[in-house]
């Protein structure tokens, strides 16, 4: 096999300018590019809706190399119920443990120098106030798992995950594609996982060459694949093949091709811009607000 790239972990948003301030403002991310679409995504980026929506990557650098979260907003829709699925973002950064202090947004110390807080919606970040020693502050993403050996079985045997800690007592293991990537944590919670109306997904890279196979051995392997093989456009931009799995307890996973995705995935320096233009046009909370009725939940 060879190597695989953690790449970005998709967040469903309802108020798309108060979740770019948290972003950008006290994370201390920027805009890597910023797209629009009239229809769904054949792979459900968007999740089950057909239409029109937005997709925004935000990263403290290029997906080549940091790992980066995908705003994805549903004109239509107003708010999404979250479940127990996502346990949260870490970062290490003291900028953003700053600019959160100073923009009086609301943190909570959980132990000495780590803070929790929340994006618009309800996501959990913890941010750890020190300086990152690696060129991505973003450290792991945490994701609860009924059955702790289960799923551990699942990411390292099947998506040749390498593990690096497990803690039987607290119910814990960390896994990766590599030293210097953000880790998958995974939390046992010793009851089924509900993924609310949000459905989070977190995309893998590998060589287009190993899709097929991933497809295949999940086949052999009665795992679920959410969606088989496909071909995904975007206007202008490179086409890249991806294939959507479903772990354990349905985590959506994507494994997406390497090479056409680098291509995809390069900084667009207007993305900011482009973003900013779109709120400002976005007429869809007055719409709602005209007929007396507030924007319907996922």
């Known amino acids: ?72 907003y549903n004109y239509g829709i107003g708010d999404y119920r979250l479940g127990n699925d996502f346990l949260g973002m870490t970062i290490v950064s003291s900028q953003a443990v700053s600019n959160a202090k100073k923009l009086q947004w609301p943190l909570k110390e959980i132990s000495a120098g780590v803070y929790e807080t929340e994006a618009p919606g309800g996501y959990r970040f913890c941010l750890e106030d020190e300086t990152s020693s690696k060129e991505d502050p973003v450290l792991k993403v945490t994701l609860a798992v009924s059955s702790l050996q289960k799923s551990v079985d699942y990411w390292s045997k099947f998506l040749g995950m390498k593990l690096y800690e497990k803690d039987e007592d ?86 997406v091709g390497d090479e056409a995705f680098r291509e995809l995935s390069k900084v667009d320096p207007n993305g900011g811009k482009l973003l900013d233009e779109a709120m400002a046009a976005d007429k869809s909370h007055e719409w709602f607000a005209k007929r007396n009725t507030p924007k319907p939940s996922a």
Request: hydrophobic share 35%.
């Open 1 to 72: 096999m060879k190597a695989r790239r953690a790449l970005h972990f998709v967040f469903k948003v309802g108020d798309r300018a108060e979740t770019a301030r948290f972003y950008r403002d006290v994370l201390g991310m920027r805009v890597l590019r910023h797209e629009e679409f009239e229809e769904g995504c054949k792979a459900t980026c968007n999740g089950p809706y057909d239409g029109k929506w937005s997709k925004t990557m935000v990263g403290y650098g290029p997906e080549d190399n940091h790992f980066v979260a995908e705003l994805t």
């Open 170 to 255: 607290k119910q814990k293991a960390l896994l990766g594609y590599g030293d210097n990537q953000c880790k998958l944590e995974l939390q046992g919670i010793g009851q089924a996982v509900d993924h609310g109306a949000a459905f989070g997904r977190i995309a893998f890279s590998c060589p287009k060459e190993e899709l097929p196979g991933i497809e295949a051995l999940m086949k052999e392997e009665g795992q679920k694949i959410l969606t088989p093989l496909v071909s995904l456009d975007t206007p202008g931009k490179a086409t890249v093949q991806v294939v959507i799995l479903a772990d354990p307890d349905g985590h959506e996973i994507c494994f």
